[in-house]
């Protein structure tokens, strides 16, 4: 009866650690899951492209690049915002939390029409 009882703890510590074991797995992977790049040129007056859609939780690294002039990208909804200096990439990388139509502005003056440059994102659950 002694070695029923112990041969049952062991299989039960086993698959404790087992599923211990696969539940970290899972949070590292969720934590490491590949970001979705989305390239954006920022031109007078406009980002093309002026809708991006995302979904909440989703990690997005937005890549901008200004053929023109030095411009901005603020998010003001989620608090982050970016310089975009001509002949370089600016990256942005933040993870919406949540669900939404939010609009974001170019907030360094590029010239006449500036205040006319935004964009969507859309964030779906």
Known sequence: ???????????????????ASGAGLA????????????????????????????????????EFTAPEVPMGANFADFGVRVDIV???????????DK???FTFACDVFCGSGHEDMSGTLVVNE
């Open 1 to 19: 009866m002694n070695a029923l009882l112990h041969r049952r703890a062991f299989v039960g510590s086993a698959a404790a650690i087992a599923l």
């Open 27 to 62: 949070i590292t992977r969720a934590e490491t899951a590949p970001s979705r790049v989305v390239r954006v040129v920022a031109r007078k007056f406009e980002f093309v492209p002026a809708l991006i859609q995302a979904r909440k939780g989703e990690r997005l690294v937005l």
């Open 86 to 96: 001509p002949g370089q990439v600016a990256t942005l990388e933040f993870v919406p």
């Open 99 to 101: 669900a939404g139509t």
